[in-house]
Each structure stands twice: as C-alpha cells, then as structure tokens.
C-alpha cells in the first residue's frame, strides 16, 4: 500500500485514504439551488474511483450571498433532503462527504445593495459599500445555521471557503479589510468573523461536528512577511478551535504557468513545519500519485486535487495502476465552458464530444 492510500483519523473524522477532492463549482446543479442527477452522478463516480473525501462544490448560506446562478443552496430547510441523497450514495463507497459553506459578499449575484468588508469600487462601475456590525452578525447565524442543517442531513461536517476572494477570505486578508472596529486591523480583529462561526457551529451542531476550513495560503497585499505571521495565528487557532483539516490554496492560482504543479509546496511546507499540530491538506497543481507523495512527505496529512479530477473523474484509479500523469493542462476553461456548453466541463470532454458529433454526420 503506497502513502496516499493509508486510512487517516482527523479529529472526529475517519477518512479511507489521504486523497481529497477539492470544492470546484460544477456548474450542474439547477438554477433554483438543486443538486441535478448529472451532480450526484459526479459524486459517485469520485468515490467509486479512490477519492477519500469528497468536498462538495461551494453552497451558499445566504441568500443575498450567491455566487452563481446553478450554486447549491443552504439556506433553508427545504435544501436539506438533496444532501441526505449525496452523502448516502457517497457513503455507499467508503467515502466521507463534507459540503462547503460560503458567502459571496460582493460577488453576489442579483443584489443591487452589494456589501463587502469595507466599502469599495468594484469593477463595470459597481460599487460595495461597508457590512455593518449587525449584518455580519447575521451572516454569522446563517454559515452557523447551515450547519446544523448539513448535520441533520447525515453528512460527514462542512468546510468553511475562506479562500479564492470570498467574503471570509476578505476579511482575513488586509488587501480587502480595512475596517476600524472589532473585525478589522489586526489578524485577532480580521479573524473574528471565522472564529465565532466555528464557535457558533460548535455550540450548535456539538464538539464533535467536524469543521474544515479552505483558506488562501497569499495574498494581494505587499506585506506578505505579515500575511505568513498572520497565517501562523491563524492556524493555531483553527487548531485551539479543533478545526478537523485546514485546506491550504492560494489567491492566484489561475495565473500559474500551464505547466507548473505544486505551486503553494515551498510557503505550505514552512507553514505546516511552524504548526505541525494542526492537520493540513494542500492544493494546486497536484497532477500525479509523485506529487500527491511528495505532499505527504512533506508533512501534510492529505493532498487535494480538482481539476485533474474534473479532466478524468477516474484518476485516482488510473494513477494507482501506474498510469501517467493527469490530463489536464491547467487551461481553466472548467470555469468558462460549462456557461457555452451546458454540461461540459473539461475542455477534453468538448473535443472528444465534439469529434463524436463529426462522426455521425
């Protein structure tokens, strides 16, 4: 038995292998927040073929905090019943099945009235202006409420998304928060917000509901020496919290070159050595059983990969038979074919449906 595929026990969470597949929108759920067959048909084929955790797609907690117009919803109970049907067909496999909560915030679709941390002009002449303290009160309760709903619903805990400029990655990151009061200046103030969410779900849903966390492991701002100090007190917070796995991702990985992999190893390696206590993962430009080794090597308990997975959902598979390296080249069409081509999302599976439909002329 190769590393990758060694049983791991994270606080309050068994998990059958090291692998992850890491929260990537599908762009297959229906436009009234629905999972679609085409969604848990994704997810089955991703525990059928070797992945030990599955981190769903990121689902929206709030109404006027929707990303995407086929984003899963959470936001009421009437959502619940569609994750109850993916964690048991996820289950059936040996795979554990976490949703990950999120918040828009300005990148809120169908809102005029748009809010962000602090107030700010925003591209096609938009602008953001600053939550208030009661608001950010209510967003709490609401990531807190999905929760418990998740956890009604029989799955294995939730990821919070504090990543990928997101409303909790903005208030961590001083590039975006530059409030005065109690959830702004310094890292204690910006991680407010993460803190009494984590508390809130723990009070809620009980000690032992696993919470993971994706968060940017850069950032946009030009003290980066402060942001990998901040990083620090962050993490041996969400461990003080008992946070079950922090996911480690960056800000900027869509500008990385087409042929780079492991593009956070270096800044992800000297984090994990300076919290070794807290169980991590990493992500980004995981493309072969080598590279997802040479995470575990370096010390992290799990690697995550997603768009490998979204070129070959059977990967795992083919990589633990020997097989070559991922197909995928890093193209990031995943994030705009699926809007021209209903259903499609790999530029790989376009040409190959493309060349069929040749075929049959």
């Not at 984003?71 to 099945?97: C, M, P, R, T, W």
């Not at 309760?141 to 294995?156: C, H, M, Q, T, W």
């Not at 009070?203 to 402060?226: M, Q, R, S, Y």
């Not at 995470?295 to 070129?311: H, K, N, P, Q």
Request: hydrophobic share 40%; net charge neutral; glycine share 6%.
């Amino acid at each position: 038995m190769c590393p990758i595929e060694q049983p791991l026990e994270l606080p309050h969470l068994h998990v059958k292998n090291r692998i992850i597949r890491s929260a990537t929108h599908s762009f297959l759920p229906s436009e009234d927040g629905r999972m679609t067959d085409a969604e848990y048909a994704m997810y089955e084929t991703l525990a059928k073929n070797g992945v030990g955790l599955i981190i769903t797609g990121h689902c929206c907690v709030d109404p006027l905090g929707r990303a995407n117009k086929q984003q899963v919803n959470i936001y009421d109970d009437s959502y619940i019943d569609q994750f109850k049907k993916a964690a048991e067909l996820v289950h059936a496999h040996g795979a554990a099945f976490v949703p990950q909560i999120s918040h828009a915030g300005p990148r809120a679709i169908g809102v005029d009235d748009l809010a962000d941390v602090s107030a700010r002009e925003l591209k096609k002449n938009r602008h953001a202006r600053e939550l208030t303290v009661d608001e950010i009160h209510r967003i709490v309760s609401n990531f807190v409420l999905a929760a418990a709903r998740l956890k009604y619903a029989g799955v294995d805990g939730v990821q919070l998304h504090a990543a990928h400029l997101y409303l909790l990655s903005r208030f961590l990151d001083p590039t975006f928060n530059e409030r005065t009061d109690a959830y702004g200046g310094n890292v204690e103030n910006r991680f407010r917000i993460v803190r009494e969410i984590i508390e809130g779900i723990r009070a809620k849903c009980g000690e032992d509901f696993p919470v993971l966390v994706k968060i940017n492991i850069d950032t946009k701002h030009d003290d980066h020496a402060g942001y990998h100090d901040a990083m620090i007190y962050m993490l041996r917070e969400f461990h003080r919290l008992g946070a079950s796995l922090v996911e480690l991702s960056g800000v900027d990985f869509i500008n990385q070159p087409k042929d780079a992999t492991l593009y956070y190893l270096a800044e992800g390696k000297a984090l994990k050595a300076a919290v070794p206590e807290q169980p991590m993962s990493l992500v980004g430009g995981v493309r072969s059983l080598a590279d997802m080794e040479t995470v575990l090597a370096a010390g992290f308990e799990m690697a995550s990969l997603s768009r490998s997975l979204i070129a070959e959902p059977e990967f795992i598979t083919k990589e633990l038979a020997g097989g070559d390296r991922s197909i995928c080249i890093s193209c990031c069409r995943c994030f705009v074919l699926p809007e021209m081509h209903a259903g499609m999302r790999c530029v790989w599976q376009w040409k190959k449906a493309r060349a069929a439909a040749k075929e049959r002329k």
